[in-house]
């Protein structure tokens, strides 16, 4: 199973840090990393997990919940991926569409795991776990020194689910098999090599790319500090004394860390690579990081059903394009495709397009999905001539192989590396009274990259203001997925009534070549 090749950290550093805390309360070495994994998989198995068996974790990052992940894949069952930071209501629906059976969960979060699974009548069991404390399972936990038998290899097995979602807001699943996740994992560590085992902070969700980013550097014999969020003091504080040389942000969080008043006096110098994704990043944004990082930053492109690295914009080609005029416009893009990705252009009647046309960007390979579980109508959307995957995101490569996304087919919008489905907060809006119609899309913004924006046509006969209508938002639907600002104007429709969504977002992009 995948866990062989996590395994490989056991065996090259078996004594070394793997997993710790933020604040070093907490510490295992590889050893009993494995240790612990096998006992928690054991009693899953005893507790009726088999292969294939559907086990979520809800948890903030913390120890125990990755020693949880390590131990539904020890034991041959598939992780169900789940963001703590998301509504129960969310959650419940994805769990449901997985087919999830058992839920893991931090106690911190009993009253939101009971709504989860009142809401979920498909969990047949559920187990708390307190934090990172020795005693965090009581009885259920077998003896020390259990094991689970070593699973043969079966590449097409479902290792991980994933929660995605269409322009509808309606949540779809992706299954990872064996074989996808480690593709990704070898081909990670390919495009980052580091001469000694990797010292990598995580800040974001476990379920983000951030997160899955853990289990290659475990496999290196690596090891991994688990932040809980974004603190830029407690990140910084942490590279220069932790000797931190891996970190994965979305461009958001690294604004904020190149806002801090101290991270021009933190000694960045261990750091060898500086991963962002999930959303474009400013031109002069990235070019202030790599002046105060060094020449670390990586870019990586993928999606859930082709995940995080079917492109890799290395350090060497970020600092080329940062000191040669004539190679700056490489600094748009998201690099070259990367060992494990076949990537090209397709033009909407399926030929592949030459360099510097527009069309939509394709991915096929070993990273690519099998198909949505139990949705296959949804996977036919996906599918283009030639076996390739349509990611729904346009773009073009320029004349030496770089790829550059410059618009999105669907409407979902990225805002912080979070995704926000329209229709679901348009739903929220149209609620209420005052609201004639609205359209809810995704504005640029230098933080951000797109900010959610909301243009309501209010009816004529009531009054209505923009921070009623953000706190109806932030209370249904949480303050990711609240507009950040309400624009109060006429809509503009088509001859048939239909809103002209796309007509209103390009007013706001007009004059700006990357779209999204």
């Not at 060992?339 to 390979?365: K, S």
Request: net charge negative; proline share 7%.
């Amino acid at each position: 199973m995948f866990t062989d090749y996590i395994d490989r950290g056991v065996a090259v550093n078996p004594d070394g840090p793997c997993l710790r805390s933020a604040d070093g309360s907490v510490s295992l070495d590889h050893r009993q990393v494995a240790a612990l994994s096998h006992r928690i998989a054991a009693s899953l198995r005893n507790d009726g997990a088999v292969p294939g068996t559907r086990i979520a974790v809800y948890s903030p990052n913390n120890v125990t919940a990755f020693l949880c992940v390590l131990a539904i894949l020890r034991a041959g069952a598939t992780w169900v991926a789940v963001n703590p930071r998301s509504e129960p209501s969310e959650l419940a629906e994805l769990l449901e569409r997985a087919e999830a059976e058992i839920l893991l969960y931090d106690a911190a979060l009993s009253d939101r795991a009971d709504q989860i699974m009142t809401a979920t009548p498909g969990i047949r069991m559920s187990v708390a776990f307190d934090g990172d404390s020795e005693e965090q399972f009581g009885r259920w936990l077998v003896p020390p020194g259990t094991t689970v038998p070593r699973l043969p290899f079966d590449p097409d097995a479902v290792a991980m689910m994933l929660g995605t979602g269409g322009t509808t807001g309606r949540s779809k699943v992706v299954p990872v098999t064996n074989r996808q996740f480690l593709t990704m994992s070898l081909a990670y560590n390919a495009h980052m090599p580091e001469p000694t085992p990797p010292i990598y902070l995580l800040a974001p969700p476990m379920t983000h790319a951030a997160g899955i980013s853990v289990w290659p550097t475990l496999a290196e014999g690596g090891s991994v500090i688990l932040h809980d969020g974004v603190d830029t003091g407690a990140i910084l504080h942490a590279i220069e004394y932790e000797r931190v040389t891996r970190l994965f942000l979305p461009p958001t969080a690294i604004y904020a860390l190149l806002a801090d008043p101290g991270v021009r006096d933190t000694d960045v110098s261990s750091l060898r690579h500086f991963i962002y994704a999930a959303a474009p990043m400013s031109e002069d944004k990235l070019r202030e990081a790599l002046e105060v990082f060094g020449p670390v930053m990586t870019q990586t492109f993928g999606q859930a059903e082709a995940p995080m690295i079917a492109t890799c914009m290395a350090p060497a080609d970020h600092a080329e394009a940062a000191s040669d005029p004539a190679k700056a416009h490489r600094l748009r893009s998201c690099g070259r495709p990367s060992l494990v990705a076949a990537v090209e252009i397709m033009g909407d009647d399926g030929t592949v397009l030459g360099p510097h046309e527009r069309g939509e960007i394709v991915v096929r390979g070993d990273l690519v999905m099998t198909g949505y579980h139990n949705d296959p109508d949804e996977t036919a959307q996906t599918r283009r001539p030639g076996g390739w995957h349509g990611t729904s995101d346009i773009g073009y490569r320029d004349d030496d192989g770089f790829i550059y996304v410059v618009d999105r087919k669907r409407d979902m919008i990225i805002t912080g590396g979070f995704n926000v489905y329209p229709s679901t907060v348009e739903r929220v809006m149209w609620g209420h009274s005052a609201v004639l119609d609205c359209a809810v899309i995704g504005i640029p913004d230098d933080k951000w990259g797109e900010s959610v924006t909301a243009v309501v046509e209010p009816k004529d006969d009531q009054q209505i203001t923009a921070q009623e209508l953000i706190e109806r938002c932030k209370s249904e639907l949480g303050s990711v997925q609240a507009p950040k600002s309400v624009i109060f104007r006429q809509l503009p429709r088509s001859a048939n009534g239909k809103v002209l969504k796309r007509q209103l977002r390009d007013e706001y992009w007009a004059g700006l070549e990357r779209r999204v």
